[in-house]
C-alpha cells in the first residue's frame, strides 16, 4: 500500500544523486517532492511539516562523507526521520507471565477488523508465546457477531466464551471468571463497533475496560480510512487509555498516511499490523523495515552507515593528532558532543565499550547537561571556539544570553574545556604504551 509514497521518493532520489554536494538549491526540488507524496499520501499536514523541516536541517548540517554520494546520504538522513516518525523500535505486548491471567481489550469502529484480529491475535499468541487463549463475545447488537467469533476461534484452534449473549459488560465478567477458573492465561475480549464514535458505544466500552481492567487495549483501526483513523484513535484514546494500535489492511492498495500520523498524534506505538484476511495475516511492526519498504532501498541505507563508522573513525583519528600538537578546540569539543548524542544514550555506549562501566561508576552522565554545553558552544562564533581566549566581557554575557544559561555556567564549561584538553594530551601520550586504549576517555568532560 505503500507504493505511492516509494515511487515519488525513487524519482526524488534520482534528482539529487547526480549532485556533487547537498546544498539548499539541489535539495530544495526534492524537498518539495517528498512533501507533496506525504500529502498524497494522506499523512497528517503538521507531520509533514515536522518531518520536511528535520529532514532539511540534518541535510544541510550534514557533513558529506566521502565514500558515498550526496543522494545516498540523503536517502539515509530521510530513511531515519521515517524511522524515528513510525517509532524507532517494534513494541511488544506488556502481558503478565502465563501464571495469571493477562486481559486485551479490543476496541474500534465498525468493520475495522476487531473480530478478524482478535482471531489472528489468539493464533499469534498461541504459537509464538504457547499461551492458552480464550476469546469473549462482547458484541451482542450484530445479529451474527457471536456466530462470527465462534468461527474465528475455531479457525485459531482457541476456545471462545458466549456468556449470556445479551448484556456486554456481564459478558466481560463472567469471561474473566470462566477464564480464571479453566486456567487460561490470556482473554481476549472483543467488542462491539458502531458505524461513528456515539456516547453509548464509548461509555459502554469504557465500563468493561473498567470492569476488567485489561493489561493491553489495543485500537483497531483501518488503514484504508487514512486521516478519519486518526481522529477516531484520538478520541478512543481520550476515552480508554489506549496502549497499542493495530492498523489492518495494510495489504490494502491505500495511501497510507495513517501510519505516520497516528504515532505521532496520538503518541501510541503500533504494535501489529494486519495483511490479510486470514488467521496468520498478522505481523509485528517494525518501522525500521517499513521505511525501507517505503524507500525501497534498504542497500543504501546498510551503505551509509558503514561509511559513517569509516567516516567516525577518520575524524577521531583526525582530532588525536590535533590533541597531540594541543590544537584541540571548543569547534572540535562542540563536534564530540554531537557524535555522542548521535551514539545514543551514553549509558548505553558505555556499556558497549569493555571495562569503560566500572571505570565510569562515580561518573554522572547527564544528558541534559551534554545538551546546555552544545548551546553554550553553539552561541559562540567560529573564531572565539577556535580560540576561547577571547570570552571576556560582554562576549562571555552574550553567550550566556544565547545559551539561556548563566555566566558562572559558560565560566564552568570553559574550566571544564581547559582541564579536559590538559588531560587528553596526558592520556596520548599514556595511549602511545598502550594501543589497545579505547580511543578517547571523554569522562572528565561530562563530571557534573
Ligand atoms: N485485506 C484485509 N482484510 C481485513 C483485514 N482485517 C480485517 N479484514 C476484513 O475486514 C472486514 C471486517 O472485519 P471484521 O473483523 O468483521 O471487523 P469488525 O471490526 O469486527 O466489524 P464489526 O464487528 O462489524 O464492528 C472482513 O471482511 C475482514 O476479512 C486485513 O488486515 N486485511
Ligand atoms: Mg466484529
Request: a positive charge; one cysteine or more; charged letters at 30%.
Given at each position: ?273 494486519g495483511v490479510s484476511e486470514k488467521v496468520d495475516g498478522l505481523e509485528v511492526f517494525y518501522p525500521d523495515r517499513i521505511a525501507s519498504r517505503i524507500l525501497g532501498m534498504g542497500d543504501v541505507v546498510s551503505l551509509v552507515e558503514k561509511a559513517e563508522k569509516v567516516y567516525d573513525e577518520e575524524e577521531a583519528a583526525r582530532l588525536e593528532k590535533k590533541i597531540r600538537k594541543a590544537e584541540f578546540n571548543l569547534q572540535d569539543f562542540l563536534e564530540q558532543l554531537e557524535q555522542m548524542s548521535k551514539m545514543g544514550p551514553l549509558e548505553n555506549l558505555m556499556e558497549m565499550i569493555p571495562g569503560m562501566k566500572q571505570q565510569m561508576q562515580n561518573v554522572n552522565i547527564d544528558e541534559k547537561q551534554i545538551k546546555q554545553q552544545k548551546a553554550i558552544i553553539q552561541s559562540m562564533t567560529l573564531k572565539e571556539r577556535y580560540d576561547p581566549r577571547l ?58
Amino acid at each position: 500500500m505503500l507504493d505511492g509514497i516509494t515511487r515519488s521518493l525513487t524519482d526524488v532520489f534520482k534528482t539529487i544523486s547526480g549532485n556533487a554536494k547537498i546544498t539548499e538549491n539541489n535539495i530544495n526540488k526534492a524537498i518539495a517532492d517528498i512533501r507533496i507524496a506525504l500529502l498524497e499520501a494522506d499523512v497528517n499536514i503538521t507531520v509533514v511539516r515536522n518531518f520536511i523541516n528535520d529532514v532539511t536541517e540534518k541535510a544541510l548540517g550534514e557533513k558529506v562523507i566521502r565514500s558515498v554520494n550526496p543522494g545516498q546520504q540523503f536517502i539515509k538522513i530521510v530513511s531515519d526521520e521515517l524511522v524515528s516518525i513510525l517509532g524507532e523500535k517494534s513494541q511488544d505486548l506488556v502481558l503478565k507471565p502465563t501464571n495469571t491471567l493477562s486481559i486485551i481489550l479490543i476496541a474500534g469502529l465498525q468493520g475495522s477488523g476487531k473480530t478478524t484480529t482478535t482471531g489472528k491475535l489468539a493464533r499469534y499468541l498461541k504459537t509464538n508465546d504457547s499461551r492458552k487463549v480464550l476469546l469473549a463475545a462482547c458484541d451482542v447488537y450484530r445479529p451474527a457477531a457471536i456466530d462470527q467469533l465462534e468461527r474465528v476461534a475455531e479457525i485459531a484452534e482457541v476456545d471462545a466464551f458466549v456468556g449470556d449473549r445479551k448484556n456486554p459488560i456481564k459478558i466481560a465478567k463472567e469471561a474473566v471468571k470462566h477464564a480464571k477458573r479453566n486456567n487460561y492465561d490470556t482473554l481476549i475480549l472483543d467488542t462491539a463497533g458502531r458505524l461513528h464514535i456515539d456516547k453509548e458505544m464509548m461509555e459502554e466500552v469504557r465500563k468493561i475496560s473498567k470492569e476488567v481492567k485489561p493489561d493491553e487495549t489495543l485500537f483497531v483501526a483501518d488503514s484504508m480510512t487514512g486521516q478519519h483513523a486518526v481522529d477516531i484513535a484520538k478520541e478512543f484514546n481520550d476515552t480508554l487509555a489506549v496502549s497499542g494500535i493495530i492498523l489492518t489492511k495494510f495489504d490494502s492498495d491505500t495511501r497510507g498516511g495513517a501510519a505516520f500520523s497516528i504515532k505521532q498524534i496520538i503518541g501510541k506505538p503500533i504494535k501489529f499490523v494486519g495483511v490479510s484476511e486470514k488467521v496468520d495475516g498478522l505481523e509485528v511492526f517494525y518501522p525500521d523495515r517499513i521505511a525501507s519498504r517505503i524507500l525501497g532501498m534498504g542497500d543504501v541505507v546498510s551503505l551509509v552507515e558503514k561509511a559513517e563508522k569509516v567516516y567516525d573513525e577518520e575524524e577521531a583519528a583526525r582530532l588525536e593528532k590535533k590533541i597531540r600538537k594541543a590544537e584541540f578546540n571548543l569547534q572540535d569539543f562542540l563536534e564530540q558532543l554531537e557524535q555522542m548524542s548521535k551514539m545514543g544514550p551514553l549509558e548505553n555506549l558505555m556499556e558497549m565499550i569493555p571495562g569503560m562501566k566500572q571505570q565510569m561508576q562515580n561518573v554522572n552522565i547527564d544528558e541534559k547537561q551534554i545538551k546546555q554545553q552544545k548551546a553554550i558552544i553553539q552561541s559562540m562564533t567560529l573564531k572565539e571556539r577556535y580560540d576561547p581566549r577571547l570570552l571576556h566581557g560582554s562576549r562571555k554575557r552574550r553567550v550566556a544570553r544565547g545559551a539561556g544559561v548563566s555566566i558562572l555556567q559558560v565560566d564552568n564549561l570553559l574550566k571544564k574545556f581547559n582541564k579536559s584538553k590538559q588531560m587528553m594530551k596526558k592520556m596520548m601520550k599514556m595511549k602511545g604504551n598502550m594501543p589497545n586504549m579505547p580511543d578517547m576517555d571523554m569522562s572528565s568532560l561530562l563530571k557534573r
